[in-house]
């Protein structure tokens, strides 16, 4: 069976350091993968996904950036962290299919910023 | 453009039944899933339409309207449990992108 992990769990971070957030699945190849932001009392918003090793795209403008180096590992990061960056950051997978895409969340990192 | 409409909070008593609606407008259409979340915790499926209808799972069952741009998720026999969010997402086509709502935060009383 597929599982996906995130760490770390939760974050304190003061403004201006550096972040960096992990996500790795088990149990499948290929997966598309996705990095969501949910500030408090929010909906989810899509930051970056990828279909592929070194595939990233970007949905919104921002400080943060994403990269894919291995099929099922995806990082988050940030060279300087600003108070707006906190949030509930998910990771997400899904399979590559033309019709059904569940997406499939991480247990989430919660960042507060300082 | 997208968007995702669904209210943002709902309250019910333990037993009954409740209907959370969703309404969308997307460029594409490739499904509408409703998901459950938990205060603190990660969303999980509970649903995916991509035809005209109801679709029933135990207590819950969905229901969409492609015509109408609508979609409905009933929950039955409301457990203190069920208190949550509840997401409306709408599949895009062309890649595998979901477009969330905001929720709906339901609360379960005795």
């Known amino acids: 069976s597929q599982t996906i992990h995130q760490w770390p769990a939760t974050l304190v971070q003061p403004v201006g350091s550096p972040l960096s957030l992990e996500c790795t699945v088990e149990?499948?190849?290929?997966?598309?993968l996705y990095w969501y932001r949910q500030a408090a009392g929010r909906g989810l918003q899509l930051l970056f996904y990828?279909?592929?090793?070194?595939?990233i795209s970007s949905e919104v403008p921002q400080n943060l950036s994403a990269s894919r180096p291995q099929d099922r590992q995806f990082i988050l990061s940030s060279k300087k962290l600003l108070l707006s960056d906190s949030g509930f950051y998910l990771c997400?997978?899904?399979?590559?299919?033309?019709?059904?895409?569940?997406?499939?969340f991480g247990p989430g990192t919660r960042l507060t910023v300082l | 453009g997208q968007n995702i409409d669904q209210p943002t909070e709902m309250t019910a008593t333990e037993g009954a039944i409740v209907q959370i609606n969703c309404t969308y407008q997307?460029?594409?259409?490739?499904?509408l899933f409703w998901y459950q979340q938990h205060a603190g915790e990660a969303p999980t499926f509970l649903s995916y339409?991509?035809?005209?209808g109801l679709e029933e799972k135990g207590r819950f069952s969905s229901f969409l309207s492609r015509s109408k741009g609508y979609s409905y998720l009933l929950l039955k026999e409301l457990q203190m449990k069920d208190s949550a969010s509840y997401l409306c997402?709408?599949?895009?086509?062309?890649?595998?992108?979901?477009?969330f709502g905001t929720g709906t935060r339901l609360l379960v009383s005795p």
């Open positions: 997400a997978w899904s399979m590559e299919r033309e019709y059904y895409n569940e997406q499939f």
């Open positions: 149990g499948t190849s290929n997966p598309n």
């Open positions: 990828s279909v592929g090793i070194g595939q």
């Open positions: 997307t460029s594409g259409f490739n499904g």
């Open positions: 339409n991509v035809l005209d």
């Open positions: 997402a709408s599949g895009d086509t062309g890649f595998q992108k979901l477009v």
